[in-house]
């Protein structure tokens, strides 16, 4: 009856005919698992990178960076999302981009010898890695806030996949000990753990100033931005429900405070989660406030900008390594706690500045002492374990080499 309703739904929504097509595709893909991993031969020379978003970003994407500019005579195919629009330039030339819901990338993953991902996509793709494969896990975060362990993630559809990507995962990736034991406490306790640091921070710490400027320039003209003007990015993560309350906030108040603190012209970004963005238009931002959502790469904006603000997102934990002004703002702790997901550690432990409301993010900003919070970052940084110091990318791409 749940198939059936299924299929009445695609009908509605694609047509008859296309329905058909649709149908006969999942069931070529269904079986082409079982059948595949036994006669499709592993090519050694194949790697296979896959991002929950499908875009060119995140850890894979510097390791592949490094993969090109070291000349490894390997095979690169990127698995892309169906509704992904590419772009020239979106991608190396040396990379070749496959739809990963196709009966093509599925052969791909099948012949691949290594498959490096960021999320649990091999598990979500429903394939089983071969003991000729290597599955390297990168994840997409770094030291972390929140737990996402199975004792506290309401999603069981998720911890399922979770659970199969953990089991068959050969190496997982860490920047430091605080997240290695994070990782053999939640899904990935049979990995090895290559403690190398995150491939995609290696910029925060070896960006130049030529290579900001041209950074800064690049995102400014793709957005429209005013060059010249500071910049201030705004990037809280989701909220199960949906609700976007929690992402209420004045802009033109929080530019004053800004100015008035670190002195100069203020623009903000914003920068919503996946799951958040496609709820938002850009009619809802105000003068000076620019949408950035859709850019692709985080951590190139965490180059430019001048400060940041979240709430529970841990691209601030990359973002300290810069040692640029970060502050937490959040206006439903002990709601978020309770719906959504517990942390790691009481926020108060974090270097930067904590505001339960607009009122505190705005003091916090006016008394912040610059040479007090690059203690703190050191001495997190070092309390936690952290080996991030720029060359993460080379250790993984070496270690890699290895095993081919």
Same mark, same amino acid.
Request: proline residues 3%; contains cysteine; glycine residues 4%.
């Given at each position: 009856?749940?198939?059936? =309703?299924?299929? @009445?739904?695609?009908?509605?929504?694609?047509?008859?005919?296309?329905?058909?097509?649709?149908?006969?595709?999942?069931?070529?893909?269904?079986?082409?698992?079982?059948?595949?991993?036994?006669? #499709?031969?592993?090519?050694?020379?194949?790697?296979?990178?896959?991002?929950?978003?499908?875009?060119?970003?995140?850890?894979?994407?510097?390791?592949?960076?490094?993969?090109?500019?070291?000349?490894?005579?390997?095979?690169? &195919?990127?698995?892309?999302?169906?509704?992904?629009? &590419?772009?020239?330039?979106?991608?190396?030339?040396?990379? $070749?981009?496959?739809?990963?819901?196709?009966?093509?990338?599925?052969?791909? +993953?099948?012949?691949?010898?290594? @498959?490096?991902?960021?999320?649990?996509?091999?598990? =979500?793709?429903?394939?089983?890695?071969?003991?000729? $494969? #290597? +599955?390297?896990?990168?994840?997409?975060?770094?030291?972390?806030?929140?737990?996402?362990?199975?004792?506290?993630?309401?999603?069981?559809?998720? @911890?399922?996949?979770?659970?199969?990507? %953990?089991?068959?995962?050969?190496?997982?990736?860490?920047?430091?000990?605080?997240?290695?034991?994070?990782?053999?406490? =939640?899904?990935?306790?049979?990995?090895?753990?290559?403690?190398?640091?995150?491939?995609?921070?290696?910029?925060? +710490?070896?960006?130049?100033?030529?290579?900001?400027?041209?950074?800064?320039?690049?995102?400014?003209?793709?957005?429209?931005?005013?060059?010249?003007?500071?910049?201030?990015?705004?990037?809280?993560?989701?909220?199960?429900?949906?609700?976007?309350?929690?992402?209420?906030?004045?802009?033109?108040?929080?530019?004053?405070?800004?100015?008035?603190?670190?002195? %100069?012209?203020?623009? @903000?970004?914003?920068?919503?989660?996946?799951?958040?963005?496609?709820?938002?238009?850009?009619?809802?931002?105000? $003068?000076?406030?620019?949408?950035?959502?859709?850019?692709?790469?985080?951590?190139?904006?965490?180059?430019?900008?001048?400060?940041?603000?979240?709430?529970?997102?841990?691209?601030?934990?990359?973002?300290?390594?810069?040692?640029?002004?970060?502050?937490?703002?959040?206006?439903?702790?002990? $709601?978020?706690?309770?719906?959504?997901?517990?942390?790691?550690?009481?926020?108060?432990?974090?270097?930067?500045?904590?505001?339960?409301?607009?009122?505190?993010?705005?003091?916090?900003? =006016?008394?912040?002492?610059?040479?007090?919070?690059?203690?703190?970052?050191?001495?997190?940084?070092?309390?936690?374990?952290?080996?991030?110091?720029?060359?993460?990318?080379?250790?993984?791409?070496?270690?890699?080499?290895? &095993?081919?």
């Amino acid at each position: 009856m749940r198939l059936l =309703s299924k299929y @009445i739904e695609k009908v509605t929504e694609y047509g008859v005919f296309a329905s058909i097509l649709i149908v006969i595709e999942k069931l070529i893909k269904i079986s082409f698992f079982p059948i595949g991993k036994y006669l #499709c031969r592993v090519d050694q020379d194949k790697i296979v990178f896959l991002t929950f978003s499908g875009r060119y970003e995140c850890n894979p994407k510097w390791i592949c960076e490094k993969m090109i500019q070291k000349k490894m005579p390997v095979k690169y &195919i990127w698995g892309i999302t169906r509704d992904l629009k &590419i772009e020239t330039g979106d991608f190396p030339e040396q990379i $070749q981009t496959v739809r990963r819901n196709t009966v093509k990338f599925l052969w791909h +993953l099948s012949t691949a010898r290594i @498959i490096i991902d960021n999320n649990i996509g091999v598990a =979500s793709l429903g394939y089983r890695v071969k003991k000729s $494969q #290597c +599955l390297i896990e990168t994840w997409h975060g770094s030291l972390g806030i929140k737990r996402f362990d199975a004792d506290v993630n309401k999603d069981q559809k998720w @911890i399922r996949r979770a659970v199969r990507e %953990g089991r068959m995962t050969s190496y997982i990736i860490s920047n430091s000990s605080f997240e290695s034991e994070i990782y053999k406490n =939640s899904f990935w306790n049979p990995a090895e753990i290559w403690k190398f640091g995150h491939a995609r921070n290696d910029i925060l +710490l070896n960006g130049d100033m030529v290579y900001c400027e041209n950074m800064n320039k690049k995102i400014c003209e793709k957005f429209n931005i005013p060059l010249g003007r500071k910049l201030c990015m705004y990037a809280p993560t989701f909220r199960d429900d949906k609700d976007l309350s929690p992402y209420t906030i004045n802009f033109a108040r929080l530019k004053v405070a800004l100015s008035d603190k670190f002195g %100069g012209e203020w623009v @903000i970004l914003v920068r919503f989660h996946l799951r958040v963005k496609e709820l938002l238009s850009d009619n809802e931002f105000p $003068q000076d406030v620019y949408n950035v959502s859709e850019y692709h790469d985080i951590q190139e904006l965490l180059c430019i900008i001048d400060v940041g603000i979240t709430d529970y997102s841990s691209w601030i934990c990359e973002y300290m390594l810069t040692r640029k002004p970060g502050f937490l703002f959040a206006t439903d702790t002990e $709601q978020y706690e309770v719906k959504d997901r517990e942390f790691l550690l009481p926020l108060t432990e974090l270097p930067f500045p904590f505001s339960a409301n607009e009122d505190e993010l705005i003091t916090n900003i =006016s008394l912040f002492d610059e040479k007090e919070y690059v203690s703190r970052c050191d001495n997190f940084l070092k309390e936690k374990g952290s080996v991030d110091d720029g060359n993460a990318a080379e250790r993984i791409v070496n270690a890699i080499q290895k &095993i081919i």
